[in-house]
């Protein structure tokens, strides 16, 4: 139903019904091939507030309306898409409840638009109720702005909530497209137009934090985000990616300034749960002070923590925190707060002027408040740094260093020099077969000393990880795994090969097939074990993008051997046609070869090109993360 291109929907129930939902309802009537689903077709409960928030009625006592096209022709075959207003949270915040029902349905998309204009971008952010049967999705820039299906296991009821943007149009209105099974389905369903509640912001303390945690100073609303003016000049800034800007969805922030005796610290980044950060005197988790920013049922609650091992943070009973402020809009959470320098009555709390490894997290928390494990690896900083003292502007890497390291050098084996290698051996024996380097034929010479490059590299990236994790790693899933067997034939393939029989030997027919099919499988497992290292947590390469580009290293690989068995196949019909004369046999050969040799190293020339350029691009999104 919606016009932005980077909105992704996952159909379960297929094509027609993606093809279709780009077109207006006016445009396109309903599928009348099955009875209709009720006699109240396409009903929708109306709800606006005007003067402040009002408590949510009972079921049966919201209004109903029909949902009707432009030209006033009632939708036939749906049920009601309900929403209302949710008791008051805070000041002029307001949050609706999202209800679309009816009889069986298998796939789903609600998204909330400008009534005025219905071209325009989404608005607003969804929360999650239940997150078996539905998922948030980002429609252009504007993060959690539709809700759709996880799966076509059908459906009766599908509830969310909608959180109105800070800056939002006069009246908006809320459009859902539904499948109910392969060739019935319904695109753009109006539901009713709502408006946000007209009341003034008030600067009066809206929340105070949870019962947890004590505290006797206020917490206010920010009346705006926060900007990146004085990162570098007078306050300290971590920032990923580089140079973001903290109004963005995509940019994680934290800044740190100095007034007089205290330090004002700003958090911002896009997360559904909690924002947290740590001071560490190393880049593990553990013996650290923690602070952390968690969304508890659309209530920002900030709270100081001590990190003890991998366990759970441990919230503590009083907060040193002053000046609390935070703001949720359009899926980005940010906090505000004060603390000292100093704090020796507070035990766990690390003085601010001293130096420090610095983590950046995020992660989800449940309706309730606890939090759970963050789903990627934190931001770290590469170096220890005094936030109190020189004002800096830096990044960090959400990858530890011999993780990176470790990805860069199978990279380099596996995509360059290992594939080279085995295009070489397998077709330009008879190019170089007359050429010689010490002693042996170059194309020989060549494939060991590639291949003997990508034992070596794969070698000394293998031992990477155990040393960062120092042991094996329970949280890898297959990748570890296939890692080791990977290695095990990186290992016994030049043992093999040590022990090859002459070129006429009759076992050399075998070993031939043996070398060929345990090379080929390492090859097919390392590309295996390469697609789910990328994701895993301690690199996490941008998706879909890594994977897009790893099929792309591998249909250009395939591409160019089979342009080259082509190429071959069409050489030797070639001679074999050649006329019954010796004389033109012998030239025709010569031609023969002469034109194959040409072709063939343009091709590797070619061929190197992009490995090359597969490469650069594989390092230089390790080298972002």
Not at 278 to 293: E, I, P, R, T, V
Not at 347 to 376: Q, V
Request: charged content about 20%.
């Amino acid at each position: 139903m919606g016009q932005d291109s980077s909105c992704k929907i996952r159909a379960p129930v297929t094509t027609p019904g993606s093809r279709r939902q780009e077109r207006n309802p006016v445009d396109r009537k309903p599928h009348l091939t099955d009875p209709c689903w009720s006699s109240d077709a396409g009903c929708a409960a109306e709800a606006s507030a005007v003067g402040g928030c009002r408590p949510s009625p009972p079921p049966e006592e919201r209004p109903r309306r029909r949902a009707e096209l432009a030209d006033g022709v009632a939708w036939p075959c749906f049920c009601c898409l309900d929403v209302y207003l949710l008791p008051c949270i805070c000041g002029w915040i307001s949050k609706w409840e999202i209800q679309l029902s009816g009889p069986d349905f298998e796939g789903f998309f609600i998204q909330a638009r400008d009534a005025d204009d219905l071209d325009s971008p989404a608005v607003g952010s969804f929360v999650l109720v239940d997150r078996r049967h539905s998922q948030l999705l980002t429609c252009g820039r504007t993060m959690n702005s539709a809700v759709s299906h996880t799966s076509k296991a059908k459906k009766k009821v599908v509830k969310v909530y909608w959180i109105a943007p800070g800056v939002a149009p006069k009246r908006v209105r809320f459009l859902a497209t539904v499948v109910k099974k392969y060739k019935t389905f319904w695109v753009k369903i109006p539901g009713p137009d709502v408006s946000q509640p007209n009341v003034p912001f008030s600067t009066t303390p809206l929340y105070t934090t949870s019962e947890a945690v004590s505290t006797s100073h206020s917490v206010s609303y920010l009346t705006k985000p926060f900007n990146a003016s004085g990162c570098g000049n007078t306050k300290f800034c971590l920032r990923n990616p580089s140079n973001c800007d903290p109004e963005s969805a995509s940019c994680f922030f934290l800044s740190f300034r100095q007034e007089k005796r205290s330090v004002v610290i700003e958090m911002s980044g896009a997360s559904e749960g909690y924002l947290a950060f740590a001071l560490s005197y190393d880049q593990w988790m553990g013996d650290d002070d923690a602070y952390l920013c968690i969304n508890k049922d659309h209530h920002v609650s900030v709270s100081t923590a001590y990190l003890k091992g991998r366990s759970p943070p441990v919230l503590d009973s009083k907060n040193a925190l002053e000046d609390v402020s935070w703001r949720l809009a359009d899926g980005v959470l940010q906090c505000s707060f004060r603390r000292n320098i100093s704090l020796p009555t507070y035990k766990g709390r690390f003085n601010m002027n001293a130096s420090y490894y610095i983590f950046l997290a995020d992660g989800e928390a449940s309706e309730g408040g606890p939090i759970y494990k963050h789903h990627r690896q934190p931001l770290i900083t590469n170096g220890m740094y005094n936030v109190t003292g020189i004002p800096q502007d830096i990044g960090g890497s959400r990858s530890p260093r011999l993780i990176k390291a470790h990805g860069a050098l199978m990279f380099v084996a596996w995509i360059s020099t290992v594939s080279i290698g085995v295009v070489v051996a397998r077709f330009f024996k008879p190019v170089w077969s007359h050429s010689f380097l010490f002693g042996k034929e170059i194309w020989f010479q060549v494939h060991r000393m590639l291949m003997l490059t990508t034992i070596m590299l794969t070698s000394f990236s293998f031992v990477l990880p155990f040393i960062y994790r120092g042991g094996w790693s329970k949280q890898a899933g297959f990748h570890p795994y296939l890692g080791c067997t990977v290695m095990a034939l990186t290992i016994f393939q030049p043992l093999m090969a040590g022990f090859r029989p002459s070129p006429h030997a009759p076992r050399r027919q075998l070993f031939n097939w043996f070398h060929w099919s345990i090379g080929t499988t390492a090859r097919i497992l390392a590309v295996v074990t390469m697609f789910l290292g990328m994701d895993l947590p301690a690199l996490d390469l941008p998706d879909p993008w890594d994977t897009y580009t790893m099929i792309g290293f591998v249909a250009w690989h395939v591409g160019t051997d089979a342009l080259l068995e082509i190429h071959s196949y069409y050489l030797i019909r070639k001679v074999e046609l050649i006329e019954d004369d010796r004389v033109q046999i012998l030239q025709s050969l010569t031609s023969a070869e002469a034109e194959g040799n040409l072709f063939k190293q343009i091709v590797l020339t070619i061929y190197i090109c992009g490995n090359i350029i597969f490469l650069v691009a594989f390092l230089a999104a390790i080298n972002q993360v």
